[in-house]
DNA sequence: ATTTGCAGACCGCCGGTCGGTTTGCAAGAG
DNA sequence: CTCTTGCAAACCGACCGGCGGTCTGCAAAT
């Protein structure tokens, strides 16, 4: 007899367990070439185990995708309460949770997250994912831009259409960041560099004049943002000895 | 003994064969719950047949992929050939090269393909589609802005990422067309098309003030695209008798 | 006779099902 | 307070249908 002595545990417990050893092979092997099997290994547990809380293995994946749009919401629900400040500081805040967020924690190992994330494999999970975020994050870019028209400070046609478009625009570097990201230590890391100032720069200028502000008004920076990127290490670096 | 009778025929019009019905099915059922066996039986083909011409299911994806973008990219080559016309005239053209087509063929048709292509099942055949696009369309979108840049027309800091952001601004009003198709012949149709016309008013300004260009200066319109687009029967009028 | 186009049995694997087994726990009997 | 007893929830793992892909062989074309 091995390892075949079972461990009963509380259904939330081997929910998350499940959920966490998903979210793992997700990101390294990508959804679809993740074997419902590969989790029941790494969790210890029997298919039968499995199928007792989830019913599929869609619903394992919207289960990961929920555990993580909740961290952002839950950081969006503090900008959407705050009901002093102006809307451009407002603005200032939705715009940088992301960033923020990246600061606080760990960076390396959220640069790696997000080129894992955006390969080929990956891409219905990172869809679904951007969708979610979108999802929850109209209602709050609504209202901030609503406040900046009635101050005065904004100036759009229509301010759902304006949200939608702002939301659009704010993947709009992940293209030039993962080809940064994707061209450390080569030889065309410089020019990578580059370009994804010079998107950066202008996804802020975008949206300057978008909101009809004046040029630079939104540049509220992190300047040191691609230097930190650049110097995050490749998965292999050369010093393999 | 049924119809086991063979047809040989020529590998290109076999390949361009099974091609058709894998659009068809692609299209119809999705690309991952599309079975090799739907394509057979469609083209009365046997696997070993199938696998004589394509060696994978992706390798099939990739080539109904190339004859959608095919015909994209020789209506491009036309614009990026054309030495005589100013930037602006240019980007006219290259911006409706898509609505020209449209109108062109038959529009219901295409209607129905653009909601069908923006169904879940299909994301991963539209994003690698869209991916040909812009591929595909960079370097003549890039010349046109140079141009621009030399003539004093368009004002931009960097031309590539310029035209990287026009492109990826050109799928903005996705979102909202595949609502406003979502919501003919609801309750809900009119503020759906409203919405509509807003985002395509908001892309063009956008274009404008990205190029630095006076506000309405590309709103090449088609002014009756959203009635067009509305008047569209959806897949199940109320007329079956 | 040789090459090319094709047929269809076959393989390994995957997502999902199902009947049965184990475990934790609460209620009643002593 | 302890010891059955009962039962539902948690879990096991053999099993199934169907998938993408391979392989051997044969028939048509040249």
Redesign the pocket.
């Known amino acids: 007899m091995k390892s075949?002595?079972?461990?009963?545990?509380?259904?939330e417990e081997?929910r998350a367990q499940l959920l966490g050893c998903a979210q793992m092979l997700f990101f390294s092997k990508g959804f679809e070439d993740?074997?419902?099997?590969d989790v029941l290994d790494m969790a210890?547990?029997?298919?039968?185990?499995f199928?007792?809380?989830f019913?599929?293995?869609?619903e394992l994946l919207f289960g990961v995708l929920d555990g993580m749009a909740e961290g952002v919401f839950s950081q969006m629900a503090v900008v959407a309460s705050d009901g002093t400040s102006s809307a451009l500081d407002l603005l200032h805040s939705f715009i940088h949770l992301r960033a923020n967020y990246l600061r606080e924690h760990d960076y390396p190992g959220q640069v790696e997250f997000f080129r894992v994330m955006n390969q080929d494999k990956n891409m219905v999970l990172l869809e679904q994912f951007k969708r979610r975020v979108r999802t929850g994050a109209m209602p709050v870019l609504v209202r901030i831009i609503q406040k900046g028209c009635d101050e005065g400070t904004f100036t759009v046609a229509d301010v759902d259409t304006a949200a939608e478009l702002i939301l659009f625009l704010s993947t709009f570097i992940d293209l030039a960041l993962l080809r940064a990201i994707e061209a450390r230590g080569t030889e065309t890391a410089d020019h990578a560099a580059e370009k994804l100032q010079a998107a950066i720069d202008m996804q802020f200028l975008t949206l300057d004049r978008v909101l009809g502000l004046p040029d630079g008004t939104t540049n509220f920076g992190w300047p040191e943002a691609v230097d930190v990127t650049m110097a995050t290490q490749p998965p292999l670096p050369p010093s393999s000895n």
Chains 1, 2 share one sequence.
């Not at 075949?4 to 259904?11: E, S």
């Not at 019913?55 to 869609?58: E, F, G, L, T």
């Open positions: 075949t002595k079972r461990k009963n545990m509380p259904p081997r993740t074997t419902i099997q210890s547990v029997s298919k039968g185990g199928y007792h809380h019913k599929s293995k869609d």
